[in-house]
């Protein structure tokens, strides 16, 4: 990095910051400091709700996802645009009306104390993962790749969201997440045009698209019934639905984005425009990582993009081995070089050639055989190697190919993410402590400013938790999938436990708080054997816990006054 890129990354990230606090200083009580003051209109709700899932693992990961698996993660947000609908005529109302602070006071004016304690605690163990793997996954990467601290870099970026989370809450995360988003979607679009601009002369975004799709990267949908098949049409549009479902409907993190708004009519807004606007977002997001793929096609690529394994493979027996393949991979891209050069040729006389096609799959086959032994090879150099490298794909197309500057901006990209994402996570697990366990079981008489204070503690608590466990997490697989596999195994109960409070009036609190139990122990069961894709979770977690609620009401609670 040169000296400009740390003064845009600098000045972008601490802008941020006392831009939040300076706007938001001064919460005189509980309303104004977890709600805003419900004075947000429609459009920072919206951005606000699309910056609190835009994490940075958003943008490390999913780049490196269509890298190696094409298009067909987009399948995950089919069913984001119906749970919008949903939410917004059944979720958002009901919330309103009841003048809730937390999405879980409902449960206890619905059910009772325990209910609404058991789905506040699934919350706080969630998304407390979730908040630490917000700071580690950037950090992770980060630190591995620029050669930075990494228990530093996890302090410094719990730190600076720490300070405007804890002096404005709600106010400092909404007004600091439209700023993020601006210099978010601002670098993406920067970044995408540029790799367009980086590939040959001759080549047109149509002749890109179309190596694409000869690599197998443009299959946008699959339509198999296979469960153990991650990313389907019908995956999406089920479990994908019930997560957004949930997560929007029911986690703090996002529920608090949308209680903020002026009216009913204005949180309903701002998540039709997230619904209007996520899936697009994604489908760029991907194509970006796409076009890297593309990108790389004529542009010398490592055997794998983690540096850490050269490091470990550098410093074993196995080194003169790796070599060997690192020389077969020269040789080979030399060749596919060639062939797409041809190819685009071709394809600029309006033809596309089927034999040059069939030998770019060749190739693609062969190089991934050379990376699967790279694997191997780095597998026996280390045991405890990760040796998915799809989280270092984008990271290292902007360290090597990008202008001094744009580094910057792209860095400031990627941390913004992360802040954005972790200031709602604090904020949200702050509030549901204070208002859902604290209050709920502090004995006597508090003020206003009693609970300000003890929500503004209870943020510096939760962030140094975040932080101690981003300290000590350890990274699997693409982690874009890990934050999505911690929430599907949570929030499908969690889900069920609102399904039944809303819609099936006459279950009551001890069937529909043991029906939950079992169900979270059946997931974690489920999850433990492994035998259908996560995003599955959400949707059998939540059946489960609806019709197990059901069963113990007429069997066992049937007796019993029902609660309205």
């Known amino acids: 990095m040169q000296q400009l890129d740390w003064i845009i990354l600098s000045a972008t990230l601490l802008f941020i910051v006392f831009y939040g606090v300076y706007k938001t200083k001064g919460s005189k009580n509980v309303q104004d400091y977890i709600l805003g003051n419900k004075e947000t209109n429609w459009f920072t709700v919206g951005i606000s709700v699309m910056a609190t899932q835009a994490s940075a693992i958003t943008f490390l990961s999913t780049p490196g996802q269509a890298y190696h698996d094409g298009m067909g993660f987009v399948q995950f947000y089919f069913g984001l645009p119906i749970a919008m609908v949903v939410i917004c005529f059944t979720f958002i109302p009901i919330y309103h009306r009841l003048k809730v602070y937390t999405a879980y006071e409902y449960l206890e004016q619905r059910f009772d104390l325990k209910t609404r304690s058991l789905a506040s605690i699934l919350f706080l163990i969630q998304r407390g993962l979730g908040t630490g793997l917000t700071i580690y996954a950037p950090a992770i990467i980060l630190s591995t790749l620029l050669g930075w601290n990494l228990t530093l870099m996890i302090v410094v970026i719990g730190i600076l969201v720490i300070i405007y989370t804890f002096s404005g809450g709600t106010k400092a995360v909404n007004v600091t997440q439209k700023q993020q988003m601006f210099v978010i979607m601002s670098g993406m679009f920067i970044t995408f045009f540029l790799i367009l601009h980086l590939l040959p002369n001759d080549m047109t975004f149509s002749n890109a698209l179309h190596i694409a799709g000869a690599n197998d990267k443009m ?211 702050a509030a549901t402590t204070a208002v859902d366990l604290y209050k709920r079981n502090v004995k006597g008489e508090k003020s206003e400013k009693h609970y300000v204070n003890a929500t503004k503690y209870f943020t510096l608590l939760w962030g140094i938790i975040a932080i101690l466990f981003a300290c000590f997490g350890t990274l699997f697989e693409n982690l874009i999938q890990l934050v999505n596999i911690v929430g599907s195994i949570f929030y499908g109960t969690v889900l069920g436990i609102f399904l039944v409070g809303f819609y099936v009036k006459y279950v009551k609190a001890n069937a529909i708080f043991f029906g939950a139990t079992i169900s979270q122990f059946t997931i974690f069961y489920i999850y433990y054997l492994d035998i259908v894709s996560f995003l599955w979770l959400n949707f059998i977690g939540a059946m489960l816990t609806l019709i197990l609620s059901i069963i113990f009401q007429f069997f066992i609670f049937r007796n019993k006054e029902v609660t309205l």
Do not use: C
Not at 227 to 240: A, C, D, N
Not at 376 to 382: C, G, L, N
């Open 219 to 429: 299959n946008i949908l699959d339509f198999s019934f296979d469960p153990e098949s991650r990313y389907t049409f019908w995956s999406g549009i089920t479990g994908g639905f019930f997560l957004m479902l949930s997560y929007f409907g029911t986690d703090q993190s996002q529920v608090g984005r949308y209680l903020s708004g002026k009216s009913v009519k204005e949180s309903q807004m701002g998540l039709i425009m997230n619904g209007f606007l996520k899936v697009p977002m994604q489908f760029f997001i991907l194509l970006t990582g796409v076009m890297v793929f593309v990108f790389f096609q004529f542009n010398p690529v490592p055997l794998n993009f983690n540096p850490n394994n050269k490091i470990a493979i550098n410093k074993s027996k196995y080194k003169t081995e790796y070599e060997v393949l690192e020389k077969k991979l020269v040789k080979l891209s030399e060749e596919k070089k060639e062939i797409n050069l041809i190819y685009i040729d071709h394809l600029n006389q309006n033809y596309d050639n089927p034999i040059l096609r069939k030998e770019l799959v060749g190739i693609s086959n062969k190089e991934n055989e050379l990376r699967d032994e790279a694997r191997e090879i780095i597998s026996k150099a280390d045991e405890k190697a990760e040796t998915n490298d799809k989280d270092y794909v984008f990271i290292h197309f902007i360290l090597n190919y990008l202008p001094q500057g744009l580094i910057g901006l792209l860095l400031a990209v990627i941390l913004s993410a992360a802040m954005s994402s972790t200031a709602s996570g604090l904020n949200a697990l």
